[in-house]
Every structure is written in C-alpha cells, then in structure tokens.
C-alpha cells in the first residue's frame, strides 16, 4: 500500500489518500472503511446523451465521484471492493443524492475521509504501507564478526541491522579471548534479531554463513532461549532454517535465495499462508 497523502486534524477527524499496490492491500481497504465515511475515486458512470436531433444515446464517462458510503462488498476472487453509496459533491454527470457504485481494485488511488479517525485504523494503515509489515521472510547473513539482519519482501530487501565485531584469532592452547568474542558477538546478533523479526509475521529465518557459523549460532541462540526462557524464540524455533552463503556480506542474500532448498521452503510456506487467509477471509 503507498500512502499519498495524509491529513488528520486535531479533533481526528480527516482523510487519506492511498494506492493498494496488492492483493492484500485490497483486504486492508476493506477493513479500513466504514459505513458512513466518504470515499473519493476515479469511477465510471453511464450518461444519457442527447444529440441536436433529438436522438437519445448513452456514453460510458470517466468522472471523480465523492460518495457517502452506505454498503461496502470484497469480492476476492476478483481482488475488488464495490462501494455503494449517494453522491455528496457536485458533479457535472451525477445529481447530488444519486446512488452511484465505485469499484476499487489495486493501483486505483483512492481518498477516505471520516470524521473520527480511530488509532487501531491510523495503525492499521502505517503498517500496510511500511514494506517490513509485508516481510515474511527474515534472513541473518553472518560469518566470525559480520552479520546482517534482513527482511524480504516481494520487491525488495531490507537491511534491519548490521553487526561488526573484532574477534582475537584462536591462540594454540588459549582460545578464551576467542570464545568470549564469538559468544559477545552471537549474543548482539540474537538481540537484533528479537528487536527487528516480527514473528507474527515472519514465516522463515535463514540463517546462512560460510563454514560451520550457522550452526554455532543456532546452538547458541536455542541454549541461550532455553537457559533464559525467551519463549518467542522457542515457539519459532521450526521457522529457522540453516543455509550456506559464501561469506557474511549482505550480497550473498542473493545466492542464499536462489537455493533450491530455500525455494522450496519459501513455495510451500506460501501455500500454507494462501490456504490460511483464505480461510480466515471465509472463502
């Protein structure tokens, strides 16, 4: 969802522009509107026409309506709302007080206005149009010192956090100041990960390194979840899959994501979430 504008006044009362870009976004419109609120998009209406001669025809018009809402339907197989309600600004096709229908469909902008804006719908609206909510995939790309902290979207990636640590080299018959380092440094990369992995929306973490990183990490992340009862992490822990990257440098995303085992992951979580909206939308 990309927001155009956005007018709220003190008293909450005000209205917002908005392009849904996806079929989700269209599920957002939905839940956003209410009976009652006034609706502003590009409709098209048919007129009656009359020619010199008398004749009466009919055209097909593209016109800007405001409508007063009165009924509102989501067809989803479609991805399209109607929006049935009286016009409530004049128009040079339209009466004042007709009832006309607006079909909105994804990448028609359209204005809401309503007279009281509540939290939970101006909340509703930041997350629809910040990329992160729409993230289902986290990704921690690391090696010894470097991790970054990603979340992927449909379109693109975003960089969360990145981690930078020195750590000693191993000494023969010393490899304390080493082990300390590496665990300071799984240590910063679990709380980045806490901090910026929405698990409820998130449905795969790739953990993903050169050598045996990965590994260390995770059995890191899980003794340290179980030891201090950081239920987020042990509730998820079948999200995280463990994957090989050439180095710990966020470009090795790329080759991470084109992993067979990854591919096939990400397809059947996306099935599995397919199958479950549609069936929390009642379809």
């Keep these: 969802m990309k927001l155009i504008s956005k007018d709220i006044e003190k008293d909450n009362a005000g209205q917002v522009t908005l392009i849904p870009e996806e079929a989700e976004d269209m599920w957002h419109t939905y839940n956003l509107m209410q009976v009652g609120d006034s609706l502003r998009a590009s409709t098209i209406r048919k007129v009656q026409t009359e020619s010199s001669t008398g004749s009466v025809g009919s055209n ?19 991805c399209q709302l109607r929006v049935k309600g009286i016009n409530i600004q004049e128009n040079q096709y339209v009466k004042m007080g007709a009832y006309h229908t607006i079909e909105l469909e994804p990448n028609r902008k359209f204005t809401l206005a309503k007279k009281q804006w509540d939290s939970v719908v101006l909340e509703r609206i930041e997350q629809a149009c910040d990329p ?13 010192g470097l991790a970054h902290i990603c979340l992927v979207t ?67 992340l899980f003794l340290r979840a179980v030891k201090q009862d950081i239920k987020l992490l042990l509730e998820n ?13 966020k470009y090795s995303l790329t080759e991470v994501l084109c992993d067979p085992a990854v591919t096939a992951r990400l397809a059947d979580t996306k099935d599995k979430a397919s199958r479950k909206s549609k069936r929390s939308s009642g379809h």
């Design 60 to 78: 097909r018009i593209r016109t800007t309506l405001t409508i007063c809402v009165e009924t509102i339907d989501f067809d989803s197989q479609a």
């Design 132 to 144: 992160a909510f729409s993230a289902d995939v986290g990704a921690v790309v690391m090696q010894e």
């Design 154 to 220: 449909p379109s693109m990636t975003l960089l969360r956090a990145k981690i930078e640590t020195s750590i000693p080299r191993k000494r023969r018959g010393n490899c304390t100041q080493h082990e300390k380092a590496l665990e300071k440094f799984y240590e910063q990369v679990m709380q980045g990960i806490l901090r910026h992995i929405n698990f409820d929306v998130v449905k795969v973490v790739l953990v993903a390194s050169p050598g045996f990183v990965r590994e260390q990490f995770c059995e890191f």
């Design 237 to 249: 822990r079948g999200k995280f899959l463990q994957v090989h990257s050439s180095s710990g440098h």
